[in-house]
């Protein structure tokens, strides 16, 4: 069963600060999607990522795919308190997706 | 275009009753899946519904049960609820689910808590 080893757990910064979260698993994505989650609400697909390499930005985020297709990383530049909420990584083949525990980012005014 | 709705939002039910949680998907999506949050557990895949046909399942008991309708809604139902049943369900849907990758979207969740 594939595993995925998402950090920090939570992370809690000052707004404009910059920062990186990090999910990490045991065996290749055939794909990874990172989700964010606000509380009383479900995820919200953000990005998808499918080739090894791959960078994808989305306005003040830059997610990027590891070349072995085992990690990827999410970079928030100049943090917002609009940016608070879970951060989930899932492996979505299979006809099941499977999420990391998430990174919970909280971002100070 | 409408998103994913489920209902109700928040329930409270005691232990041993049972309970049944109704997704509507997105129009056109034929695939719902279902998965239980909880803070220890973190998201936890239940089961997955294609043309009304389980197409996969996670790793819960049978109490656990679900199916889906012709028009893609999907119910999922736990029987003699236990404290640990406690959670946020959420529902998925997603155009096909094909293997390769599937890019699903949420509905709000129904808040489960057992007493």
């Known amino acids: 069963t594939q595993l995925l080893e998402q950090s920090p757990q939570f992370l809690s910064i000052q707004e404009g600060e910059n920062l990186t979260v990090y999910c990490n698993s045991s065996?290749?994505?055939?794909?990874l999607q990172w989700y964010r989650q606000e509380p009383g609400e479900g995820p919200v697909l953000l990005v998808t990522?499918?080739?090894?390499?791959e960078v994808k930005k989305l306005k003040r985020l830059t997610f990027q795919f590891g070349d072995a297709r085992k990690d990827s990383s999410l970079h928030i530049t100049a943090a917002q308190p609009g940016d608070t909420g879970l951060y989930l990584c899932?492996?979505?083949?299979?006809?099941?997706?499977?999420f990391g525990a998430g990174t919970r980012l909280f971002v100070k005014a | 275009k409408a998103g994913v709705t489920q209902t109700p939002r928040y329930l409270i039910k005691t232990r041993g009753q049972q309970v049944t949680l109704s997704c509507s998907p997105i129009?056109?999506?034929?695939?719902v899946s279902w998965y239980q949050q909880t803070p220890g557990q973190g998201l936890q895949f239940l089961f997955e519904?294609?043309?009304?046909?389980?197409?996969n399942k996670g790793n819960f008991p049978g109490r656990f049960s679900g199916r889906q309708f012709s028009n893609s809604r999907s119910e999922m139902n736990v029987s003699t609820l236990e404290l640990g049943d406690s959670a946020l369900y959420l529902c998925?849907?997603?155009?096909?689910?094909?293997?390769?990758?599937?890019?699903?979207?949420f509905g709000p969740g129904t808040r489960l808590t057992v007493l």
């Open positions: 998925a849907s997603s155009l096909e689910g094909a293997v390769g990758y599937n890019e699903q979207f």
């Open positions: 065996s290749v994505f055939s794909s």
């Open positions: 990522v499918v080739t090894g390499g």
């Open positions: 899932a492996e979505g083949g299979g006809f099941k997706t499977i």
């Open positions: 129009s056109g999506h034929r695939s």
């Open positions: 519904y294609f043309s009304e046909t389980q197409r």
